[in-house]
C-alpha cells in the first residue's frame, strides 16, 4: 500500500539535506534532468521495515532561490491534495518568517496530518529558540539536526504510526493492472478501448485505498482491477505543474497494483520520463510490461520492431528482461494480448519454488561458477531459500555475505530468470550469513 509523505517549506530551510538522508539507503529514484539544476525529488525510504515514499517538493520550483511566495504556495497545496502526510519543515537559525507563517495557514486548513520540523537544531541551546515555534499552532514541535541527523528517529517513528494510523483493509485478491505514463501517451484510450464506453455504468468499487479507484475488469475471460487514479479529482488551479502531477499519480497507481503496463508514444520513443516511470516500478517490484502505442503511425521503413525494441532494452538495462508489445488503441491491434501478457506476468509474480527444488538446480551452477575470493577469503553458499515477500525474493546462504560482489548477484538473477522464467518481474536476492 502506497504512502506518500512530502516535505515542504520555504527555500534554504535544508529540505534537499533531509530529504538525502531519508533516502540514503536507496538511491533516489529521479536523476537531475541536464541543464536543471533540480535536485532529486523523489525516493523511496524506509523506517523499521515500514516503507513509504518521499517527496520534496522543493525540487519543483522553477526558478532560482528567490521564490516568490506564489510559488511556495503552489507546493503546499499540491503536497495537500496529494500527499497522506505532511513534514513542514522550518529553519531555527532565520528564525519564525512571514512565509513560515503563510505555508502555516494553509496547512492549517487542511485536514491532513503535518509535522512541524525545526532543522539546524545542533545545540541544546537551540532548542529553547525552536519553541517560537509553537506559535504557528501546529502542535508538537519536532526538532532535528538533518546534518547529524539527530532527532530523526522520534519523527519518522511519529510519522510511520501516522501512516499505520491510515492504512486501509485490502479491496480484494483479484489481479491489480496499472496503466502509467507521461501525459496524452493514450492511457485513457487504452482502458476505454477495454472497457468500452459504458465504463461510466460500471461502479467503481466504492470505499477504495483512498486515491485510487478500482475499475473491476470481466471479459474475454479476464477478471482483474485497473487502478485508476486518472479521472480522480477536478483538476486543480495547479494545472503548470502538469509534470509533478503525472509523477504523484504515477506513484500512486503503481504502488497500489500488481502489474503496470508502461505506455509509451511510439512516435516520440522512449523517453527519460519513461525511464524514470519505469525505474519507480522497478523499485516497487512490480510486474512491468511495456506497451508500445500508436505504433501504426510509425513509419516502418525506418525502423523495425527489432530495432525499437533492442533500444528500449538498452535504455532499461541491467533489469532488461521485460514484455515489450506494440499496440494501436485505435485499431485495438494487440490489445487482448496485452492483457493475457499483463496476467502472464502477474502469475509469474507470485510463483512460489520450493527449497529443494532451488537448490537441486542452483547448488550444481554455483558449484561450476563459484563467486570470485575477495581478499583472500572464498565464499561458500550452502543453500538458497525464496523469501515469504509478495515478490520473488531469494535468500542465498553464504559464508561472507559482505564479499559477494553486484556482478555475481545478476549472474545468480540471470539463472534464476532462466530457470524459472520470471519475464517482466524484477527479483530480490539477497545473501546472509548462515
Known sequence: MGNILAIVGRPNVGKSTFFNRLTKSRQAIVEETSGVTRDRHYGISDWNGFDF???????????????????????VILAIEEADVIIFLVDVKDGLTSLDED??????????????????????????????????????????????GSGTGELLDDVVKEFLHIEEEEVTDLPKFAVVGRPNVGKSSLINSLIGTDRNIVTPVA???????????????????????????????VSENIEFYSVMRSIRAIENSDVCLILIDATQGFESQDQNIFHLAEKNRKGIVIVVNKWDLVDKETNT????????????????DVPIVFTSVITKQRIIKTLEIARDVYKKRSIRITT?????????????????????????????????????????????????????????????????????????IYFREK
Open 305 to 320: 520492431h527489432k530495432e525499437f525494441e533492442e533500444r528500449i532494452r538498452q535504455q532499461i538495462a541491467p533489469f532488461s
Open 356 to 428: 529443494s527444488k532451488l537448490n537441486d538446480l542452483m547448488l550444481p551452477i554455483i558449484q561450476n561458477t563459484p563467486p570470485p575470493a575477495l581478499k583472500g577469503k572464498y565464499i561458500r553458499i550452502k543453500y538458497v531459500t525464496q523469501l515469504k515477500t509478495s515478490f520473488p525474493a531469494f535468500a542465498f546462504f553464504c559464508n561472507h555475505p559482505q564479499y559477494v560482489k553486484d556482478a555475481y548477484k545478476r549472474f545468480l538473477e540471470n539463472k534464476l530468470r532462466e530457470l524459472f522464467d520470471f519475464t517482466g518481474v524484477p527479483i530480490q
Open 103 to 148: 505555508v502555516a495557514n494553509l496547512l492549517r486548513k487542511s485536514d491532513k496530518k503535518v509535522f512541524l520540523v525545526v532543522n539546524k537544531v545542533d545545540t541544546s541551546a537551540k532548542i529553547g529558540d525552536a519553541s517560537e515555534f509553537y506559535s504557528l499552532g501546529l502542535g508538537e514541535v519536532y526538532c532535528i539536526s538533518s546534518i547529524t
Open 53 to 75: 515514499s518521499l517527496i520534496d517538493t522543493g525540487g519543483y520550483v522553477v526558478g532560482s532561490d528567490d521564490v516568490f511566495e506564489e510559488e511556495i504556495r503552489k507546493q
Open 207 to 237: 470505499g477504495t485505498t483512498r486515491d485510487s479507484i478500482y475499475t473491476p475488469y470481466n471479459s474475454y475471460g479476464f477478471e482483474f482491477l485497473f487502478v485508476d487514479t486518472a479521472g480522480l479529482r477536478k483538476k486543480s488551479k
